[in-house]
């Protein structure tokens, strides 16, 4: 049961990159996921999800810039990110959240950094 970050690296501010997270062992299919970031000395955030219905919702500091997105038949979720800032560097983690209906527990991936220089 895992979850597994792809696609960081380093990026110019106004460039583009897109992440990915891989799913397995989990049921995926009925599961919501979220994108958080961690910058350094500051909290991990969450500023990304999508439903188990693709329904998307994004925090102000991404909206219009970032774009999440799910390809259930590949087990496999996306983050878009355009137009970049340097305060978009973190390292940035994929996560199925719990499901108390289901009984499922929350299932972090172990990061991808992403780092925007100005």
């Known amino acids: 049961v895992q979850l597994m970050e792809s696609g960081g690296g380093l990026l110019q501010a106004a460039g583009s990159l897109r992440t990915s997270c891989a799913a397995s062992?989990?049921?995926?299919?009925?599961?919501?996921i979220g994108w958080y970031r961690q910058a350094p000395g500051k909290q991990r955030e969450l500023f990304a999800d999508?439903?188990?219905?693709?329904?998307?919702n994004y925090a102000d500091s991404v909206k219009g810039r970032f774009t999440i997105s799910r390809e259930n038949a590949k087990n496999m979720v996306y983050l878009q990110l355009n137009s970049v800032k340097p305060e978009d560097t973190a390292v940035y983690y994929c996560?199925?959240?719990?499901?108390?209906?289901?009984?499922?527990?929350?299932?972090w991936g172990q990061g991808t950094q992403v780092t925007v220089s100005s």
């Open positions: 999508i439903t188990s219905a693709g329904t998307t």
């Open positions: 062992g989990i049921n995926f299919n009925i599961r919501h």
């Open positions: 996560n199925a959240e719990k499901s108390p209906f289901y009984g499922l527990p929350s299932i």
